[in-house]
């Protein structure tokens, strides 16, 4: 079955780190979109972006299992493999590369990815390690692929932040931001939301409404930290969800700022055993 599936897939798919590098030599211009799979538009657009704007598009799909900080999260993390390569074949993507741990991981790091004391904010508070495992994969991927671009999602708006600060500072690649996909509710698509009961989703998009309402309020509210503070109790109360955090921070220095503008309303939640992330 699967061979009849192989027969109709356009696009070079590499297996191994052998598989990259023949299909790469000499390719120049390659525009390079890193995913964990389970494909929806906020990829798709990352990818068309990737087309138009390279001369051949990289796709990967890789759970990095050193950014989970929680083994349950890694193992319920969705997998949709068929779909996917079906969706990048459709989408005349150049290569997909699916690497095993071994070709990401036949080297150890030294000395290892530590963040600045000002970066352990948002997420970085909430889930120890995550981002040294992202920005080392990166790194790991970037070293290997060497592309021209990287299209990344605003959605993961503190990933980008720390990655396009390390990527850029290493290689002469240029990391690309995309901007956020939602569904007709506002909710950021997000492979996450495929763990979620459709009542779940539902709630899901009245909080990104209420969140892009909030933003709007900030502009006439005196004592913001307090307002947010109160707003994350009733949003607790009201949707029965627990939030991590909900900040406003500068969008260049992602410090705590009182100044709407040229900021970020950041969110992190769990609705029921799901944990979310969005911005506004
Ligand atoms: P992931 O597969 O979740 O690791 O995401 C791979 C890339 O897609 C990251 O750069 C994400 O920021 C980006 N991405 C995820 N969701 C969206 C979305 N709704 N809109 C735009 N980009 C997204």
Same mark, same amino acid.
């Given at each position: 079955?699967?061979? &009849?599936?192989? $027969?109709?897939?356009?696009?070079?798919?590499? &297996?191994?780190?052998?598989? !990259? *590098?023949?299909?790469?030599?000499?390719?120049?211009?390659?525009?390079?979109?890193?995913?964990?799979?389970?494909?929806?538009?906020?990829?798709?657009? !990352?990818? %068309?972006?990737? !087309?138009?704007?390279?001369?051949?598009?990289?796709?990967?799909?890789?759970? *990095?299992?050193?950014?989970?900080?929680?083994?349950?999260? $890694?193992?319920?993390?969705? =997998?949709?493999?068929?779909?996917?390569? @079906?969706? &990048?074949?459709?989408?005349?993507?150049?290569? &997909? #590369?699916?690497?095993?741990?071994?070709?990401?991981?036949?080297?150890?790091?030294?000395?290892?990815?530590?963040?600045?004391?000002?970066?352990?904010?948002?997420?970085?508070?909430?889930?120890?390690?995550?981002?040294?495992?992202?920005?080392?994969?990166?790194?790991?991927?970037?070293?290997?692929? +060497?592309?021209?671009?990287?299209?990344?999602?605003?959605?993961?708006?503190?990933?980008? $932040?720390?990655?396009?600060?390390?990527?850029?500072? /290493?290689?002469? @690649? /240029?990391?690309?931001?995309?901007?956020?996909?939602?569904? /007709?509710?506002?909710?950021?698509?997000?492979? =996450? %939301?495929?763990?979620?009961?459709?009542?779940?989703?539902?709630?899901?998009?009245?909080?990104?409404? +209420?969140?892009?309402?909030?933003?709007?309020?900030?502009? %006439?509210?005196?004592?913001?930290?307090?307002?947010?503070?109160?707003?994350?109790?009733?949003?607790?109360?009201?949707?029965?969800?627990?939030?991590?955090?909900?900040?406003?921070? *500068?969008?260049?220095?992602?410090?705590?700022?009182?100044?709407? /503008?040229?900021?970020?309303?950041?969110?992190? $939640? #769990?609705? *029921?055993?799901? =944990?979310?992330?969005?911005?506004?």
């Amino acid at each position: 079955m699967f061979y &009849l599936f192989k $027969y109709f897939i356009q696009m070079k798919i590499l &297996l191994n780190n052998d598989d !990259l *590098n023949k299909a790469l030599n000499k390719i120049s211009n390659i525009g390079f979109v890193p995913t964990m799979g389970s494909l929806h538009k906020g990829h798709i657009s !990352l990818i %068309n972006k990737s !087309l138009k704007e390279s001369n051949k598009t990289i796709v990967s799909i890789f759970i *990095n299992p050193t950014q989970f900080n929680n083994p349950k999260d $890694y193992k319920n993390y969705p =997998r949709n493999l068929k779909r996917d390569i @079906s969706i &990048l074949n459709k989408m005349n993507t150049d290569f &997909l #590369y699916l690497p095993k741990k071994n070709d990401i991981y036949s080297s150890k790091r030294k000395p290892k990815i530590k963040l600045n004391k000002t970066d352990k904010i948002l997420c970085a508070k909430y889930r120890k390690g995550h981002f040294e495992g992202v920005i080392d994969i990166m790194d790991r991927l970037v070293s290997a692929i +060497k592309p021209k671009k990287i299209f990344m999602g605003l959605k993961d708006f503190q990933q980008l $932040y720390l990655v396009k600060k390390f990527i850029q500072n /290493k290689y002469s @690649s /240029k990391v690309i931001e995309c901007k956020t996909i939602r569904d /007709k509710n506002k909710l950021a698509l997000s492979s =996450r %939301n495929l763990l979620l009961k459709r009542t779940e989703l539902i709630i899901a998009g009245k909080i990104a409404k +209420k969140v892009i309402l909030l933003k709007k309020k900030l502009k %006439n509210v005196k004592n913001i930290d307090k307002f947010l503070e109160n707003k994350k109790k009733e949003l607790n109360n009201m949707f029965n969800i627990n939030i991590e955090y909900l900040e406003l921070r *500068n969008s260049f220095s992602l410090k705590k700022t009182i100044k709407v /503008k040229n900021a970020k309303l950041l969110i992190a $939640y #769990y609705i *029921n055993k799901v =944990r979310l992330i969005d911005n506004f």
